[in-house]
């Protein structure tokens, strides 16, 4: 063989190793990051998951279209997981804690589910349900802060990852003054649950965020307001 020949072959076995080491690496990776996203979801492959939705203010069982594009981007982060969906209406749901990952959309006033959640695992949160109009309504009080919304212009919605029962799945609340609130919820976790897994692990947290000028971005200029665990968890006294 000569020199040129065996350069040759030896060049095609290095490439060949070369791109063999990097499948491997970037599948190793991807696997990685994969586990990491299962557990911070608490979606292993094959699992099963609840998706609770609410309905429409006004609407005989209807779900308002934000919530439909929310639910949408839930269920392809869960397809990502190798997990499956089961869509429940929020007066339907009939779970505990912790058997299943659950994801529960919409404020308590169109939700029950999710007044139940937070009266239970939130008592410092409490959210103005009134229909009559005025200042208040629709506003969060966490601990002794209040946060009013301004339609359009600033609103705010809740996001919580919390864990509780033997199973230990998590249940990740989306709770918003709007509609388009809560889909603003689920595109912040799309976008930084790899930065929240690095930060919480696989504990509870709530946070406020804060929805700007939604009338002219929609739900993609979110802010982080505040880490709100421990005030939502500590129940808010009562007036003297």
Same mark, same amino acid.
């Given at each position: 063989?000569?020199?040129d020949?065996?350069? @040759?072959?030896?060049?095609?076995v290095a490439a060949g @190793?070369?791109?063999?080491?990097?499948?491997?690496?970037? /599948?190793?990776?991807?696997?990685?990051?994969?586990?990491?996203?299962?557990?911070?979801?608490?979606?292993?492959?094959?699992?099963e998951?609840?998706?609770?939705v609410?309905?429409?203010?006004g609407?005989?069982g209807?779900? =308002?279209r934000?919530?439909?594009?929310?639910?949408l981007?839930?269920?392809? $982060? @869960?397809?990502? #997981?190798?997990? =499956?969906?089961? @869509?429940?209406?929020?007066?339907?749901?009939?779970q505990?804690?912790?058997e299943? /990952?659950?994801? #529960?959309?919409g404020?308590?006033?169109?939700?029950r589910?999710m007044?139940? =959640?937070?009266?239970s695992?939130?008592?410092? &949160?409490?959210?103005? /349900?009134?229909?009559?109009?005025?200042p208040?309504?629709?506003?969060?009080q966490i601990?002794?802060?209040r946060?009013?919304?301004e339609?359009?212009?600033?609103?705010y919605?809740?996001?919580?990852?919390?864990?509780?029962?033997?199973?230990?799945?998590? &249940?990740?609340l989306? #709770?918003?003054?709007?509609?388009?609130?809560?889909?603003?919820? /689920?595109?912040?976790?799309?976008?930084?649950?790899?930065?929240?897994?690095?930060?919480?692990?696989?504990?509870?947290? #709530?946070? $406020?965020?804060?929805?700007?000028n939604?009338?002219?971005?929609? *739900?993609?200029?979110?802010? $982080?307001?505040?880490?709100?665990?421990r005030?939502? =968890?500590?129940?808010?006294?009562? *007036?003297?």
């Open positions: 063989m000569s020199d020949i065996r350069n @040759i072959v030896l060049g095609v @190793i070369s791109a063999s080491l990097g499948w491997l690496a970037r /599948t190793y990776l991807w696997r990685r990051r994969l586990r990491r996203k299962q557990a911070f979801f608490g979606l292993p492959g094959n699992s998951c609840l998706l609770v609410n309905r429409e203010a609407g005989d209807a779900v =308002h934000y919530d439909v594009s929310a639910l981007e839930l269920a392809a $982060l @869960i397809k990502d #997981c190798g997990a =499956h969906a089961e @869509i429940v209406q929020h007066d339907t749901a009939r505990g804690f912790g299943r /990952t659950e994801f #529960c959309l404020g308590p006033y169109s939700n589910r007044a139940a =959640h937070l009266n695992l939130l008592p410092g &949160v409490k959210v103005d /349900t009134s229909t009559e109009s005025g208040d309504r629709g506003s969060f601990g002794s802060e946060y009013r919304a339609a359009g212009v600033t609103e919605v809740l996001l919580a990852r919390l864990t509780v029962g033997e199973g230990e799945r998590p &249940v990740f989306f #709770c918003g003054q709007r509609a388009i609130t809560n889909q603003a919820a /689920t595109r912040y976790l799309f976008r930084h649950h790899e930065k929240l897994a690095r930060k919480h692990g696989r504990n509870s947290f #709530c946070l $406020l965020l804060k929805v700007v939604s009338a002219a971005y929609g *739900p993609d200029v979110v802010e $982080l307001v505040a880490d709100v665990t005030a939502a =968890h500590e129940p808010v006294p009562a *007036p003297a």
